[in-house]
Each structure stands twice: as structure tokens, then as C-alpha cells.
């Protein structure tokens, strides 16, 4: 399994932003799909958004749709995620995974199964 690396997590206040990066630790993520998935303190892993190779294609989980915007530089197999209006439900370990099938991240398959994947970053939100 190959590695990716996450930055940009932090504290902010609800309401707040936060932007995360993700970069492949060596190699060309270009044909990959990417995506990011959560995981808070006794909660399951969640989907939060993944881009298809080409970055045209773009999904999102119920609970961040309309706050989060994902995009992806394919010059150097980066993703990003603008986080906006954060709110105290969004406090979690945010990982970022590559696969071939966007799938994979949209039904946020163990991290084992990734081709891809990170050991996350904490963004935690006060109220």
C-alpha cells in the first residue's frame, strides 16, 4: 500500500474554515481518484468528498454537501478541501485515500483496501 500525507487540520471555531492538502508521499497519484474520509471518537468511518482522476467528477457525503468543496492539482497528484461553515459534528481525523475505483471511496472501504492512504490530520471545532 502506498502512502499519502495530510496537512491543514487544526482548531476553528464553528462557523470557521479550514483548508486540508493531501500529496503522495512518492509517485504520480494522476490516474487515481481521491477523496478524503473521517473518522470521529467512537463513530464509524465516514465519506466526505472524493474527484475522479480527471477532476471533473465530484461527490460529497450528505452532512458536508454545500459546506466542503474538494478540488485536485494533477500536476503534482494533490487534493484539497475547503471546509467552511465547520461545524462541532465535523470534529474528526480526516484521511485522504487513492484508488483506481471512485467507489471505493464513496462507500469509505477499510483503509487497507486503498491503493492509497494516509494517517490523517485532527480538526476539531468549538462551538
Known amino acids: 500500500q502506498g502512502h499519502v500525507s495530510e496537512s491543514g487540520g487544526g482548531l476553528a471555531q464553528a462557523g470557521g474554515s479550514l483548508r486540508l492538502t493531501c500529496a503522495p508521499s512518492?509517485?504520480?497519484?494522476?490516474?487515481?481518484?481521491m477523496g478524503w474520509l473521517r473518522q470521529a471518537p467512537g463513530k464509524e468511518r465516514e465519506f466526505v468528498a472524493a474527484?475522479?482522476?480527471?477532476?471533473?467528477?465530484?461527490f460529497y457525503g450528505n452532512s458536508v454537501q454545500g459546506r466542503f468543496s474538494i478540488s485536485r492539482d494533477i500536476a503534482t497528484s494533490s487534493v484539497f478541501l475547503q471546509m467552511n461553515d465547520l461545524q462541532p459534528g465535523d470534529t474528526a481525523i480526516y484521511h485522504c485515500?487513492?484508488?483506481?475505483?471512485?467507489?471505493?471511496?464513496?462507500?469509505?472501504?477499510?483503509?487497507?483496501?486503498?491503493?492509497?492512504w494516509g494517517q490523517g490530520t485532527q480538526v476539531t471545532v468549538s462551538s
Open positions: 512518492g509517485g504520480s497519484l494522476k490516474n487515481h481518484a
Open positions: 474527484i475522479d482522476w480527471s477532476g471533473k467528477t465530484k
Open positions: 485515500a487513492a484508488d483506481y475505483a471512485i467507489g471505493a471511496l464513496r462507500a469509505a472501504f477499510a483503509p487497507n483496501q486503498f491503493k492509497f
